[in-house]
């Protein structure tokens, strides 16, 4: 049973309520879910040195002017972390009611560190807090790495060997690179990037670098393969290739007479006939080596055969030419000039050409000094004595 009077109170108390909510002094609402933070990426993936960017969105659908100052939390100092908005470096927002503004976070991932997850905090006060996730895919190091896209090439000894190396630098800062290789004596070998030839080469940090080595064999290199180190280092840090060079064998040609002798006679309009040896002086073999001449004006030198199809290594091939003088060549000497040519060198020879005038122009000279005196004897013996 109720106690006399209770129903009194509790009519009282309810009178008391009605009238609150009449005159609107109600309790306030809460705030809560009003502001808030949202990025449609909370985790994403890079490898060591690479740089990633989440775009977090705070969002006020609250009836008042929201303010928040942004702050973060790094997993450790290593990594490099920049908040920005609309370009600019940013540390406090206001967002207008029923709208939001956007803030992105930029996070640097070290070059020295493990595989793993990792967790970025982001703070905005009023908006509340996000945990971002980053996987590192791969283990970290702080290095420089020295690549060759092609690093075996073949040729002859009188090839040029050109490979393409990239140089990347995997550290935190800008380096300078010295650059050397270290051929076999006789060699040559440059560096060139963007079409100079270089020594050195700068880089920005988690950068490349193009870079273009070229080797020049020596003449005289044995058929085999060579193997070429190259370097790229600082006092700080540095990287190692090794290029390899096969060299398949060395072209050389040779040009000369059967006899060695490099001279020769004819007479105007005449022909004179030359042995020739071509001999392949190089431990590769020739192949179509063609016969060629130069000769005076109204001269003319035939080749049998013309064309050699093929000289194995250290072996000669006898080839005849033929020179035809001009009629109206005068004594004296002359230069005509030979060459055989293979695809892979050439050589030539220089045959100094005697014309002699012909031994029946000769007799027709001293008959016509003969008739010329004897036309001198009878005109004095005719006339010489009146």
């Known amino acids: ?94 967002v207008k009611p ?18 793993g997850s990792y967790a970025l905090q982001l703070n905005a006060g009023a908006f509340g807090s996000l945990t971002l996730k980053i996987n590192v895919t791969e283990q970290g190091t702080y290095k420089t790495e020295l690549s060759a896209e092609q690093p075996n090439m073949e040729g002859h000894s009188d090839s040029t060997f050109t490979y393409n190396l990239t140089l990347a630098n995997r ?9 050397t290789a270290e051929p076999p004596a006789g060699w040559d070998a440059r560096f060139s990037s963007g079409g100079n030839n270089v020594t050195a080469v700068d880089i920005e940090p988690n950068a490349t670098s193009s870079i273009t080595l070229t080797l020049t064999p020596s003449e005289k290199a044995e058929a085999k393969t060579y193997k070429i180190p190259v370097h790229a280092a600082n006092s700080n840090t540095s990287a190692d290739v090794t290029m390899e060079a096969v060299i398949t064998g060395t072209y050389g040609i040779g040009l000369t007479t059967s006899n060695q002798v490099l001279s020769a006679n004819v007479t105007a309009g005449g022909k004179r006939t030359l042995e020739l040896s071509v001999t392949n002086t190089g431990t590769a073999e020739l192949t179509n080596v063609s016969l060629t001449n130069t000769a005076p004006t109204d001269w003319e030198v035939t080749f049998e055969p013309k064309t050699i199809p093929s000289i194995k290594a250290g072996e000669s091939v006898p080839v005849t030419a033929t020179i035809h003088s001009s009629d109206k060549s005068l004594s004296g000497d002359y230069v005509v000039g030979l060459t055989a040519q293979a695809s892979e060198k050439s050589a030539d020879a220089a045959i100094r050409v005697t014309v002699k005038t012909s031994v029946l122009w000769g007799w027709i000279g001293v008959l016509i000094i003969l008739v010329v005196l004897a036309g001198v004897y009878w005109l004095f013996r005719k006339y010489g004595r009146r």
Do not use: C, R
């Open 1 to 94: 049973m109720f106690k006399p009077g209770f129903g009194k109170w509790a009519n009282f108390a309810m009178t008391l309520l009605m009238a609150l909510g009449v005159l609107g002094l109600s309790a306030p609402a809460s705030a809560a879910g009003t502001a808030k933070l949202y990025t449609p990426y909370v985790s994403l993936s890079a490898a060591p040195g690479e740089s990633i960017t989440y775009d977090v969105d705070l969002i006020n659908d609250g009836d008042g002017i929201q303010t928040a100052a942004l702050s973060y939390t790094a997993p450790s100092k290593d990594w490099k972390t920049d908040l920005t908005a609309g370009g600019h470096p940013i540390s406090e927002f206001a």
């Open 98 to 115: 029923h709208e939001s503004q956007t803030a992105s976070l930029s996070v640097l991932v070290p070059f020295e560190v493990a595989k």
């Open 171 to 179: 550290t935190a800062s800008k380096q300078q690179y010295a650059l």
